[in-house]
Protein backbone atom coordinates (compact mmCIF):
# COMPACT_ATOMS: atom_id res chain seq x y z
CA UNK A 1 0.00 0.00 0.00
CA UNK A 2 2.65 2.67 1.09
CA UNK A 3 4.79 1.91 -2.42
CA UNK A 4 2.05 2.56 -5.27
CA UNK A 5 0.35 5.76 -3.26
CA UNK A 6 3.68 6.82 -1.50
CA UNK A 7 4.04 9.87 -3.03
CA UNK A 8 0.80 11.36 -2.23
CA UNK A 9 0.56 10.14 1.28
CA UNK A 10 4.01 11.95 1.71
CA UNK A 11 2.94 14.85 0.28
CA UNK A 12 -0.51 15.05 1.67
CA UNK A 13 -1.55 18.28 -0.15
CA UNK A 14 -4.20 16.50 -2.45
CA UNK A 15 -6.09 13.46 -0.63
CA UNK A 16 -8.27 10.71 -2.21
CA UNK A 17 -11.50 11.42 -0.84
CA UNK A 18 -14.04 9.25 -0.68
CA UNK A 19 -16.89 11.13 1.59
CA UNK A 20 -17.44 14.68 3.12
CA UNK A 21 -20.62 15.54 5.05
CA UNK A 22 -22.00 17.53 7.72
CA UNK A 23 -23.24 15.38 10.31
CA UNK A 24 -23.09 15.22 14.22
CA UNK A 25 -20.32 13.45 16.01
CA UNK A 26 -21.63 9.76 16.73
CA UNK A 27 -19.09 8.18 18.53
CA UNK A 28 -16.84 8.65 21.74
CA UNK A 29 -15.81 12.27 23.91
CA UNK A 30 -17.13 14.42 21.19
CA UNK A 31 -20.74 12.15 20.65
CA UNK A 32 -23.09 14.77 20.07
CA UNK A 33 -21.32 17.48 18.82
CA UNK A 34 -21.79 18.57 15.31
CA UNK A 35 -18.98 18.64 12.90
CA UNK A 36 -18.23 18.28 9.21
CA UNK A 37 -16.28 14.90 8.21
CA UNK A 38 -13.71 13.96 5.76
CA UNK A 39 -13.29 10.39 5.19
CA UNK A 40 -9.38 10.42 3.29
CA UNK A 41 -9.38 6.74 1.14
CA UNK A 42 -6.64 4.39 1.40
CA UNK A 43 -6.39 1.32 4.31
CA UNK A 44 -4.61 -1.62 4.47
CA UNK A 45 -5.22 -2.79 7.39
CA UNK A 46 -8.42 -5.20 6.71
CA UNK A 47 -10.60 -5.43 9.82
CA UNK A 48 -13.16 -8.16 8.97
CA UNK A 49 -16.10 -5.84 10.19
CA UNK A 50 -14.53 -2.54 9.02
CA UNK A 51 -18.00 -0.28 8.10
CA UNK A 52 -16.10 1.30 5.71
CA UNK A 53 -14.45 -0.84 3.20
CA UNK A 54 -15.82 1.40 0.09
CA UNK A 55 -12.58 3.74 1.73
CA UNK A 56 -10.25 0.89 1.42
CA UNK A 57 -8.22 1.25 -1.81
CA UNK A 58 -6.97 4.97 -2.57
CA UNK A 59 -7.45 4.66 -6.11
CA UNK A 60 -11.23 4.55 -6.40
CA UNK A 61 -11.71 7.78 -5.10
CA UNK A 62 -10.81 11.33 -7.10
CA UNK A 63 -8.02 13.62 -5.32
CA UNK A 64 -8.61 16.50 -3.83
CA UNK A 65 -6.84 19.22 -2.58
CA UNK A 66 -6.66 20.38 0.68
CA UNK A 67 -7.80 23.86 0.07
CA UNK A 68 -10.53 22.65 -1.41
CA UNK A 69 -12.08 20.07 0.91
CA UNK A 70 -11.40 22.60 3.71
CA UNK A 71 -13.12 25.63 1.59
CA UNK A 72 -16.31 23.26 1.45
CA UNK A 73 -16.43 22.67 4.99
CA UNK A 74 -15.87 26.19 6.11
CA UNK A 75 -18.81 26.74 3.58
CA UNK A 76 -20.76 24.84 5.99
CA UNK A 77 -21.64 25.91 9.54
CA UNK A 78 -19.19 23.55 11.36
CA UNK A 79 -17.20 24.16 13.72
CA UNK A 80 -15.10 21.37 13.66
CA UNK A 81 -13.79 18.69 11.13
CA UNK A 82 -13.50 14.83 11.63
CA UNK A 83 -10.91 13.29 10.09
CA UNK A 84 -11.58 9.72 9.13
CA UNK A 85 -11.00 7.15 6.99
CA UNK A 86 -9.62 5.08 5.41
CA UNK A 87 -6.92 5.19 7.69
CA UNK A 88 -5.48 8.71 7.71
CA UNK A 89 -1.65 7.93 9.57
CA UNK A 90 -1.36 6.95 5.88
CA UNK A 91 -0.88 10.40 4.97
CA UNK A 92 1.12 13.60 6.25
CA UNK A 93 -1.91 15.21 7.56
CA UNK A 94 0.06 18.55 8.36
CA UNK A 95 -1.15 20.53 5.24
CA UNK A 96 -4.71 19.52 6.22
CA UNK A 97 -4.14 20.56 9.55
CA UNK A 98 -2.47 23.96 8.49
CA UNK A 99 -5.60 25.14 6.67
CA UNK A 100 -8.27 23.74 8.60
CA UNK A 101 -6.13 25.80 11.53
CA UNK A 102 -5.55 28.79 9.23
CA UNK A 103 -9.82 29.01 9.07
CA UNK A 104 -10.02 28.35 12.73
CA UNK A 105 -11.32 25.16 12.63
CA UNK A 106 -11.28 22.51 15.64
CA UNK A 107 -9.60 19.18 14.42
CA UNK A 108 -10.25 15.60 15.48
CA UNK A 109 -8.81 12.45 14.00
CA UNK A 110 -10.20 9.01 13.79
CA UNK A 111 -7.10 6.61 13.38
CA UNK A 112 -5.88 3.06 14.09
CA UNK A 113 -2.53 4.61 15.21
CA UNK A 114 -0.68 2.08 12.71
CA UNK A 115 1.54 4.86 11.23
CA UNK A 116 2.81 7.83 12.52
CA UNK A 117 0.27 10.46 13.22
CA UNK A 118 1.37 14.00 11.99
CA UNK A 119 -0.18 17.43 11.95
CA UNK A 120 -1.31 19.22 14.87
CA UNK A 121 -4.36 17.94 16.23
CA UNK A 122 -7.03 19.39 18.79
CA UNK A 123 -8.74 15.35 19.65
CA UNK A 124 -7.11 12.19 18.50
CA UNK A 125 -9.30 8.87 19.00
CA UNK A 126 -7.05 5.84 18.87
CA UNK A 127 -8.95 2.89 17.82
CA UNK A 128 -6.54 0.06 18.35
CA UNK A 129 -6.68 -2.73 15.64
CA UNK A 130 -5.48 -6.23 15.64
CA UNK A 131 -3.97 -6.34 12.76
CA UNK A 132 -1.38 -3.94 12.74
CA UNK A 133 -0.87 -2.73 16.04
CA UNK A 134 -0.41 1.37 16.84
CA UNK A 135 2.89 2.51 16.90
CA UNK A 136 4.41 3.90 20.22
CA UNK A 137 4.10 7.20 19.33
CA UNK A 138 0.40 6.70 18.99
CA UNK A 139 -0.67 5.88 22.50
CA UNK A 140 1.66 8.63 23.41
CA UNK A 141 -0.86 11.31 21.61
CA UNK A 142 -4.30 9.55 22.03
CA UNK A 143 -6.82 12.14 23.98
CA UNK A 144 -9.34 8.96 24.17
CA UNK A 145 -8.93 5.12 23.60
CA UNK A 146 -11.74 3.64 21.91
CA UNK A 147 -11.01 -0.52 21.70
CA UNK A 148 -13.92 -2.53 19.85
CA UNK A 149 -15.49 -5.26 21.26
CA UNK A 150 -16.07 -8.10 18.60
CA UNK A 151 -15.19 -11.28 20.69
CA UNK A 152 -16.51 -10.81 24.37
CA UNK A 153 -13.93 -13.99 25.18
CA UNK A 154 -10.77 -12.13 23.87
CA UNK A 155 -10.99 -8.30 23.93
CA UNK A 156 -11.94 -7.13 27.34
CA UNK A 157 -8.72 -8.04 27.98
CA UNK A 158 -6.95 -6.87 24.90
CA UNK A 159 -8.91 -3.59 25.89
CA UNK A 160 -7.49 -4.00 29.54
CA UNK A 161 -3.62 -4.87 27.97
CA UNK A 162 -4.44 -1.23 25.34
CA UNK A 163 -5.10 0.73 28.01
CA UNK A 164 -1.62 0.34 29.61
CA UNK A 165 -0.02 1.71 26.93
CA UNK A 166 -1.88 5.21 27.18
CA UNK A 167 -0.95 8.33 29.27
CA UNK A 168 -2.92 8.52 32.21
CA UNK A 169 -5.30 11.73 31.03
CA UNK A 170 -6.41 9.33 27.90
CA UNK A 171 -9.98 8.56 28.10
CA UNK A 172 -11.29 4.95 27.72
CA UNK A 173 -14.12 3.49 25.63
CA UNK A 174 -15.45 0.69 24.48
CA UNK A 175 -17.76 0.09 21.62
CA UNK A 176 -19.64 -2.50 20.36
CA UNK A 177 -18.89 -3.83 17.07
CA UNK A 178 -22.31 -2.78 15.13
CA UNK A 179 -23.35 -6.21 13.90
CA UNK A 180 -22.47 -7.57 17.24
CA UNK A 181 -24.42 -4.90 19.23
CA UNK A 182 -27.36 -6.92 20.84
CA UNK A 183 -25.50 -9.99 21.97
CA UNK A 184 -22.70 -7.63 23.11
CA UNK A 185 -24.16 -4.80 25.04
CA UNK A 186 -25.47 -6.01 28.19
CA UNK A 187 -21.96 -7.84 29.06
CA UNK A 188 -20.21 -4.61 27.93
CA UNK A 189 -22.37 -2.54 30.24
CA UNK A 190 -21.95 -4.81 32.95
CA UNK A 191 -18.06 -4.46 32.30
CA UNK A 192 -18.03 -0.94 32.61
CA UNK A 193 -19.97 -0.91 35.96
CA UNK A 194 -17.52 -3.50 37.46
CA UNK A 195 -14.36 -1.59 36.06
CA UNK A 196 -15.48 2.26 35.74
CA UNK A 197 -12.11 3.74 34.50
CA UNK A 198 -14.05 2.64 31.36
CA UNK A 199 -17.00 4.54 29.81
CA UNK A 200 -19.14 3.51 26.60
CA UNK A 201 -19.25 4.95 23.50
CA UNK A 202 -22.45 3.81 21.11
CA UNK A 203 -22.38 4.69 17.34
CA UNK A 204 -25.11 6.78 18.33
CA UNK A 205 -25.70 7.87 14.46
CA UNK A 206 -26.53 4.63 13.34
CA UNK A 207 -29.64 4.49 16.10
CA UNK A 208 -30.35 7.90 14.99
CA UNK A 209 -30.45 6.90 11.04
CA UNK A 210 -27.91 9.34 9.77
CA UNK A 211 -24.31 9.53 8.17
C1 LIG B 1 -14.01 3.34 9.73
S1 LIG B 1 -12.84 3.70 10.99
C2 LIG B 1 -11.75 4.84 10.14
C3 LIG B 1 -10.63 5.37 10.99
C4 LIG B 1 -9.49 4.37 11.29
N1 LIG B 1 -9.17 3.54 10.20
C5 LIG B 1 -9.84 3.53 12.51
O1 LIG B 1 -10.15 2.34 12.33
O2 LIG B 1 -9.82 4.07 13.62
C6 LIG B 1 -13.73 4.81 12.10
C7 LIG B 1 -14.13 4.25 13.44
O3 LIG B 1 -15.15 3.28 13.25
C8 LIG B 1 -14.87 2.14 14.03
N2 LIG B 1 -15.56 1.02 13.39
C9 LIG B 1 -15.37 0.57 12.13
N3 LIG B 1 -16.21 -0.44 11.85
C10 LIG B 1 -16.95 -0.64 12.95
C11 LIG B 1 -18.00 -1.55 13.29
N4 LIG B 1 -18.42 -2.47 12.42
N5 LIG B 1 -18.55 -1.47 14.51
C12 LIG B 1 -18.11 -0.54 15.41
N6 LIG B 1 -17.14 0.35 15.16
C13 LIG B 1 -16.56 0.31 13.95
C14 LIG B 1 -13.36 2.07 14.03
O4 LIG B 1 -12.83 1.29 15.07
C15 LIG B 1 -13.00 3.54 14.18
O5 LIG B 1 -13.02 3.90 15.53
N1 LIG C 1 -21.87 10.44 12.54
C1 LIG C 1 -20.73 9.76 12.45
N2 LIG C 1 -19.89 9.73 13.50
C2 LIG C 1 -18.72 9.06 13.34
N3 LIG C 1 -17.71 8.96 14.23
C3 LIG C 1 -16.69 8.29 13.67
C4 LIG C 1 -17.06 7.91 12.37
C5 LIG C 1 -16.11 7.32 11.41
O1 LIG C 1 -16.52 6.64 10.47
O2 LIG C 1 -14.92 7.55 11.60
C6 LIG C 1 -18.36 8.39 12.17
C7 LIG C 1 -19.29 8.38 11.08
O3 LIG C 1 -19.12 7.76 10.03
N4 LIG C 1 -20.45 9.09 11.28
S1 LIG D 1 -8.42 0.32 10.27
FE1 LIG D 1 -10.34 1.47 10.21
S2 LIG D 1 -10.79 1.80 8.01
FE2 LIG D 1 -9.14 0.28 8.14
S3 LIG D 1 -10.23 -1.68 7.99
FE3 LIG D 1 -10.02 -1.22 10.19
S4 LIG D 1 -11.87 -0.07 10.78
FE4 LIG D 1 -11.76 -0.08 8.52
MG1 LIG E 1 -18.24 5.41 10.60
Redesign the pocket.
Known sequence: MKDKYKEIFDKGTDLPLVEDFY?????GYHTGKPAY?IRIGGCDIGCRWCD?KISWNPAEHRLISVEEVVRKAVESPAKAV?V?GGEPSLYNLEPLCTELKKHNIENFL?TSGAYEISGEWDWICLSPKRNKLPVPSSYEKANELKVIIFDLEKDFEWAEELSKNVGDDCLLYLQSEWSQYVHNIKPIVEYVKNNPKWNISLQS?KFMR??
Open positions: TIQGEFSVTEHIP
